[in-house]
Structure formats: C-alpha cells, structure tokens
C-alpha cells in the first residue's frame, strides 16, 4: 500500500458530526484530507478541482447524490477512486453501485477498522462492500445487474419509461410504435429478469429498481 501521506481524500456528508468524526479518525491516522464537502455540488467541485486520490461521499447528499457525483466525475475523467457511505442496506442500492463500478461500499454503522480495511482494498485495485452485506445480497445484487444487461437497447429504453411510470400508451406514443410493440417488449423484458405475478409485476420491478435502471 502507498504511504498514508502519498494519499489524498476527499471526505462529504452533510450530517456536520458525521462529517467531523470521519475527519478526525482519517486524520488522526495519518491521512491527508484535503477537501470536505455537506453537499453534492460541493463535493463535485473539489473533486473536480484538487482530484484526490479517493472520495469517501455519503449517498443521500442535498443538490448531487453520491452517485451523481461519482457518475459526473467520471464522464469529466476523473481517475479518482470512489467508495461511497450510507446508512442503507436496500438491495436496489447495491446493485446500483455495481452498475457504477464503485470501488467501495460502505455502511456508517461500520467501524473506523473497516473503512480502513476499504480504503487500503480499493487502493490495492480491489472492490469492497461492507461485510454486513453478506454475501447472499451481493450475489443477488449481481444477478440483478447481469438479467438488465441482457436486455437490447430498445427494452432499455422502454424499462426507463416504465420506471419513470409512463403507461403502454404514452410509451407508444413517445418511441412512434405500435402499442402491440411495446407489450411484446414489455413479454421480453419480463422473461429475461425471470419475473413472475400479475399484470404489474414488471411496474412493481421497475419502481423498486429506478435508480438503477436509470443509471444504465
């Protein structure tokens, strides 16, 4: 592992203790903290403008969340490594860190000790979700991600409309095809996720996993 003084971190949170304890336990280890943010456009800003070496990002920040930074600060090439904090657990979170590639995930119940554990993994170039995860939900939060990258581009498109809760109809409309079309992609869609119940089962899917569906 490089030397704790070589590493720069980035640290946001916009729950002010929180943010301070993160601070003084990565300090009084020997890290360099070079930029702390309590929002999303702040925590943007400094990454884009000091590019540390990692950032540590809460999820649920005001203006950008975690992972609109992270997605953001890629697409401006950013090469800084990214492991993000949050107080869930939710399935459909882990699967949408995974379609973002994020190299840590983390709980803030998880000890000092751990996201040490985290960053020096990351820094080796290896992925780290929190132990409390087990490893049940990382499988299944993988299998989620596999099934959508089956899906074309067109059955894409249609699974964000129907996440954004557009009907049949308006889909139909909005793409200019039959609304015989959209159900036949609709069919598709639910056979390559292994979908099974009634007619809203596809809907019920799909409003569960938004952030996901929305990040692809």
Known sequence: MKDKQDITLLIADDHPMLLKG???ELV???YRVIGQAMDGM???????TQRPTLALLDIDMPLLTGFEVIKTAREKGVETKFIVLSFHKRLAYVTQAKALHIHG??????????????????????????????TL???NAGRDLKKLRLLTPSELTILKLVA???????IADKLGVSVRTVEKHRSNIIGKLALEGGTNTL??????????ILEL
């Open 164 to 170: 954004k809760q557009e009907s049949t109809n308006t």
């Open 22 to 24: 993160l601070y003084e």
């Open 28 to 30: 009084a280890k020997n």
């Open 42 to 48: 702040q925590a943007l800003e400094g990454i884009l």
């Open 105 to 134: 995930y983390l709980l803030k119940e998880d000890s000092f000790f751990e996201i040490e554990r985290c960053i020096q993994a990351v820094l080796e170039g290896h992925t780290y979700f929190s132990a409390s995860f087990g």
């Open 137 to 139: 939900a990382l499988e």
């Open 203 to 212: 809907t019920n899917w799909a409003l569960t996993n938004k952030e996901t």
